[in-house]
Every structure is written in C-alpha cells, then in structure tokens.
C-alpha cells in the first residue's frame, strides 16, 4: 500500500482578490509549496505580493478560488488554526513588537494558545536561540536596532511553531552586517519559507525556488538560479539584479570580495 504524499503546505488555485474600490489586485493566482522549500516571490510593484500574503493568513478573506495551509481550507471558521500554522513576518517590525520586554512580545502568541508557566519560558528561550537573540531577553523592542528588531519579530513568530514562514521584505532597512546576520539565522530554520523581496541577491541565497507574480498572478516558476539567470525575463518584469551579479557563479564566487 502506497502512502498518500502529504497536502502542500501552500496550496492556492484560481485565487481572484478585488478591492473595495474595485481594483483587481489577484486574477487566477495558482502556486503551490511543499514541506520544506524555499520559495522567492518576485516581481515588480503592485504585481499583487503582497495582496497574495495576506490571504495566507486570512487577513484577506477569500473572493475567488480555492486556498489551503497543510491541507486545511484557509476559511473564517480555521482562522486560529490557519493563524497558528502560518507565521508571518512583516516588513514593519512596529506591527509585531508592541510589549514592554523582548520576552513578553515572544511569550505573546504562546501564551495566548494557552502556554503558561515553565512550558511557556521554554517556547520563549527556544525561539530567542533560533534568532541569535537570547541575550536581549530583558530588553525593551523599541531601544533596539533594526536588525536586532527584525530577529525579535522573528522569535515572535516561531515561538507559534507555525508550519510556514512568510517574510515580507526582510531586508529593508538593514544594512549589509544585519542583512548577512539574518541570511545565516534564516538559512538554518529547517522550515517551509516564503520570501517575498526586490532582493534578488538575498533570494538566491535563501531559495532553491523563485516565482514571479505579475498582473496579480504567478507567470513564472523554477529553480532560482535558472529565474535570475533569464535577462529577458527580469528586464520583461522590472527586476534586475545587481551589476557584475552572476547568479550562476557558485557562492564563493560571488562571496570573494
Ligand atoms: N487597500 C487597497 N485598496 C485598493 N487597492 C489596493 C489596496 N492595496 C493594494 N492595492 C492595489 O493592489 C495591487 C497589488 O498591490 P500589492 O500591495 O499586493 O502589490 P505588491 O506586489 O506587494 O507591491 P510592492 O512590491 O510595491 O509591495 C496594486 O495595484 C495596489 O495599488
């Protein structure tokens, strides 16, 4: 007897999204993610990445098609579950840190699903170690850097044990240092992830997969390497990488200063 292959932990079909203005934002938006890949969203300005993030956790509730985390029906009645299995990092760490103390904002999301007490100090410590950040434990969010905030918002969400990461322009606003530092902390979460960026460069380090959302739907998928390597492509879609960047070159290569 053959075990059937698990659901993807993303699975989106044929998802339409207009706004109340009337403006289509999501027109057949079909991508599906299995357990563990790394997937890079690209794609110019107002192509729908965003739109398209927000509905994984039901912040945008579904108009058209179908949309599924791990098998399970992105709807209103799923909405703690679905909220739970998806942690989402937002581009704004002013959205997620909003405690006094580093450990309150992490203790957060476990402590409303019930945790308390050693398990809940345990959650805390867990995720801070994940991100490097153990030692700000006791510190206050707002006297951080934004480096230091953006590895804060993303113990906030892996204390929920979600099942997938979805990262909304991480890099912005840190510079190259913090930009290394969170490339090594992401690269070691055995996670499912999702990374929607204009950083080309910090994509293919982290994604074996890219897609590229135009006109509110998926028009291009495949390996990184082979997305970032298609000049007419990118030129067709406003993406461009770095001069002298060569995707193909094997990371050393493109590490040797
Ligand atoms: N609240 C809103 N009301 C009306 N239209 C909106 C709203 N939010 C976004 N849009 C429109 O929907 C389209 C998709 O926007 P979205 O933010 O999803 O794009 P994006 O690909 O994430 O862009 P960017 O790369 O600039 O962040 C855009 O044309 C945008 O103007």
């Known amino acids: ?13 044929g998802v339409g999204f207009t706004y109340p203005d009337g403006h289509r934002a999501l027109d057949g938006f ?18 729908g ?3 398209f993030a927000l509905h994984l956790n039901g912040i945008h509730e579904l108009q058209e098609g179908r949309a599924a985390i791990s098998g399970l029906p992105i709807a209103h009645e799923h909405l703690p ?27 957060f999301g476990p402590h409303n699903l019930g945790l ?11 995720a801070l170690e994940k ?18 905030r953006r590895r804060v918002a993303l113990a906030t969400v892996l204390s929920m044990q979600p099942d997938v990461l979805v990262l909304d322009e991480p890099t912005s606003g840190l510079d190259p240092a913090g930009r290394r530092e969170l ?8 996670i499912t992830k999702l990374l929607i960026t204009h950083d080309l460069p910090f994509a293919l380090e982290l994604c074996d997969r890219a897609v590229i959302v135009s006109g509110g739907r998926v028009v291009a998928d495949g390996s990184c390497v082979d997305v970032l390597a298609d000049e007419p492509l990118l030129h067709a879609h406003r993406l461009e990488l770095p001069l002298g960047f060569d995707p193909r070159a094997g990371w050393a290569a493109r590490h040797t200063p």
């Open 1 to 13: 007897m053959t075990v059937p292959a698990p659901p993807p932990v993303i699975d989106l079909d």
């Open 30 to 47: 079909t991508l599906a993610v299995g357990t563990g890949e790394s997937v890079a969203v690209l794609g110019p300005n107002g192509s």
């Open 49 to 51: 990445k965003t739109t």
């Open 81 to 107: 579950e679905i909220r739970r299995r998806v942690g989402m990092v937002f581009q704004d760490t002013d959205d997620q840190l909003f405690m006094p103390t580093v450990r309150e904002d992490v203790a």
């Open 116 to 126: 308390r007490d050693g398990e809940l100090d345990v959650r805390v410590e867990e």
């Open 131 to 148: 991100v490097g950040a153990s030692g700000l434990i006791d510190r206050a969010p707002h006297h951080l850097s934004g480096g230091e």
């Open 183 to 190: 490339a090594g902390v992401l690269a070691e979460l055995p």
